[in-house]
């Protein structure tokens, strides 16, 4: 359940917004909030099921456990508590999603699906921002972003971003997989490429820029390795 779940998180998270609403970020978070409590309560029944204590945590929870402990001080001398509780809860969530990632994150199989997930998510989410910049498809919401390419992330800054942030992971999946399924991914990756391009904002150009050479040498490197 807890792997089916994480598919249907990377996949929805970066397709989902709602129209009505101008602060796409809003509707991300309240389903990001809701799919982590649903792996806390997967955690906890499975647990229970299985009569077993033992627990082993990442050097992620630590800083989690900090930062909420912190958080909590900080309380005291708060002019604006709910920005507070806020960070406390974002920081406990991206603790329990990086400790289901890293206990579902079990074979090379599954690190291919879940890249898929997110991979595809980006590419659906950069085909409705091409057709907003053709205006075959109109931009939502009504505010400063409305006539640009927001596609479902409502910012054109935040959809690069994470077009930049899913190239090396569609880069892997042309790695894993074979025969038609790598003709399939590699003509996704060169459309995710296009269209940072086409999107041109600086700082996923920049990112581009830096991780190509850094790509392309870790790929030599393991060949050289695994030869």
């Not at 974002?90 to 997930?117: H, N, P, Q």
């Not at 057709?131 to 009504?142: A, C, D, E, R, T």
Request: charged share 10%; net charge positive; proline share 3%.
């Amino acid at each position: 359940m807890a792997s089916k779940l994480l598919i249907i998180l990377l996949f929805v998270l970066p397709l989902a917004f709602n129209p009505q609403n101008t602060n796409y970020n809003v509707t991300k978070l309240s389903f990001l909030l809701f799919c982590s409590s649903i792996f806390a309560v997967n955690w906890a029944i499975t647990r229970y099921k299985s009569k077993s204590i033992e627990v082993s945590f990442s050097g992620a929870v630590p800083v989690v456990i900090a930062f909420v402990f912190a958080g909590l001080i900080s309380l005291s001398g708060a002019t604006f508590y709910p920005a507070v509780i806020k960070a406390i809860v974002l920081v406990c969530v991206w603790g329990i999603i990086s400790e289901t990632v890293r206990t579902l994150l079990t074979s090379d199989r599954k690190l291919v699906l879940y890249s898929m997930a997110m991979v595809y998510a980006g590419a659906i989410a950069a085909v409705y921002g091409h057709l907003q910049s053709v205006k075959i498809l109109k931009s939502i919401p009504k505010g400063y972003w409305s006539h640009l390419e927001i596609s479902s992330f409502g910012n054109i800054n935040y959809m690069s971003g994470y077009m930049a942030v899913i190239m090396p992971l569609s880069i892997l999946i042309c790695m894993k997989v074979t025969g038609w399924k790598r003709v399939l991914n590699i003509a996704v990756l060169l459309f995710i490429v296009v269209s940072l391009v086409l999107f041109k904002t600086i700082g996923a150009l920049a990112g581009l820029l830096v991780a190509i050479p850094i790509i392309s040498i870790s790929i030599l490197i393991s060949r050289k390795v695994s030869s």
